[in-house]
């Protein structure tokens, strides 16, 4: 049925007049298609000539269901003449089917009722010129069956047929109220987001950025020590750039379309911004980049740029003091990445031993989402991190 549903529609229709013809004749040949018999012997091939025609306007039942009607009713009144048979008669009926089925609403309508009406006349005159109760009852039994079953089931069709476009149609509806809904939804959610992370974040490192430029102004009234100062100075440029970030997400999140103008996030090109901030906490860091401004694709480009700003916070805090080399290239379609600072003498205290990990299994997922790979751990005396992420993704920079 599949098949047959993908053939084109000429395709069809030809072979079921092919189909027709091919029946009809070969009733005609078994002798079991005459219901009426009309005196003389008639030729077998003037039988197939009439079938013939009547199947060449089956061919157009689909296309010009009306003209393809009419213009069967001349092999079907030649054959009515000669004697009735039953191939005939069938592949009419399935013309006034085509006729009510494939046609308008009003095309339809008036060919049911033009019919109804004519078998009416027809059971009429039956009973007018003969008088004869059978004769009567076989006109009705060949009016319901060529004309009356046609009709209906024609009706039937088309009925299902409408019902189900308005179910598609309702249920088209109904996916886009959804959809909206969704959207909905997952805009109010954002803004909630936005919300708590202006009140709760940005509140905080809005007062370390206030609070660190004032210690510097005292600072630099006294006589202190440079590294102090330096580190007040790295203090008060990580919150202001965080801020920054900050303000940037919660941008992001209140957006409702691209058309909003929000500030990119982080990618590589910023990276000596994270190794000045961390060179002024008073860590060594050694960067080495072969990318030379090269273009990545950008969701690669913002979680490398993350997960290289994880991995110095990492250091800062559990090797204070260790030098600290980033090696950032690409090759073969992949971004490599590696972090490697040696293992602190005596592990520092973890007052956030409850979520201490959530940075590694952030820098994790990151990697996981782009379909990449990620690894952290100690190595020949040295705390490692390994990211290796495809740059076959689509997102262009």
């Avoid at 206030?210 to 990580?238: K, Y």
């Avoid at 559990?318 to 030098?323: K, M, S």
């Avoid at 590694?360 to 490692?384: D, K, Q, V």
Wanted: glycine content about 8%; some cysteine; hydrophobic content about 45%.
């Amino acid at each position: 049925m599949r098949r047959w549903s993908e053939l084109p529609e000429t395709a069809r229709d030809a072979l079921g007049a092919l189909t027709a013809f091919t029946g009809g004749a070969a009733l005609s040949l078994a002798g079991l298609s005459t219901m009426t018999e009309r005196g003389g012997e008639l030729s077998l091939w003037m039988r197939f000539g009439v079938l013939a025609t009547l199947c060449v306007a089956t061919f157009f039942r689909r296309r010009k269901p009306v003209s393809a009607m009419l213009g069967g009713l001349v092999p079907l009144a030649v054959d009515t003449y000669l004697g009735a048979t039953v191939p005939v008669w069938i592949i009419y009926a399935d013309l006034i089917y085509s006729a009510v089925l494939y046609t308008g609403g009003r095309a339809s309508r008036i060919t049911a009722v033009c019919w109804s009406a004519f078998s009416g006349f027809v059971v009429t005159l039956t009973l007018a010129l003969t008088g004869d109760l059978r004769s009567v009852a076989l006109a009705l039994v060949a009016v319901f069956s060529f004309v009356a079953t046609p009709i209906w089931w024609a009706n039937s069709v088309r009925t299902h047929k409408e019902i189900a476009d308005a179910e598609r149609t309702r249920a088209q509806a109904l996916t886009l109220v959804a959809e909206l809904d969704r959207r909905a939804a997952i805009a109010d959610e954002r803004t909630t987001m936005a919300r708590d992370l202006h009140d709760v974040i940005a509140g905080h490192l809005s007062a370390i950025a206030i609070q660190s430029e004032a210690a510097l102004g005292v600072l630099a009234r006294g006589d202190t020590d440079p590294a102090l100062a330096g580190i007040i100075r790295s203090i008060r440029s990580n919150s202001v750039s965080a801020l920054q970030e900050m303000r940037t997400m919660i941008g992001l999140l209140r957006s409702s379309g691209a058309e909003d103008e929000v500030a990119a996030p982080r990618r590589l090109a910023q990276l000596s911004i994270l190794v000045d901030a961390a060179r002024a906490a008073g860590i060594t860091v050694r960067a080495r980049s072969t990318l030379d401004g090269a273009a990545l694709p950008s969701a690669v480009d913002q979680a490398a740029y993350r997960i290289v700003q994880e991995a110095l916070t990492n250091a800062m805090k559990h090797a204070p003091g260790q030098e600290v080399s980033v090696d950032v290239h690409a090759e073969d379609e992949v971004l490599r990445l590696s972090i490697r600072n040696p293992t602190a003498p005596v592990p520092p205290p973890r007052p956030e031993a409850e979520g201490g990990r959530r940075g590694l299994e952030n820098m994790r997922e990151r990697a996981a989402a782009l379909g990449g790979s990620f690894h952290a751990g100690p190595h020949s005396g040295c705390w490692e991190v390994l990211a290796r992420l495809p740059l076959g993704i689509g997102g262009e920079s």
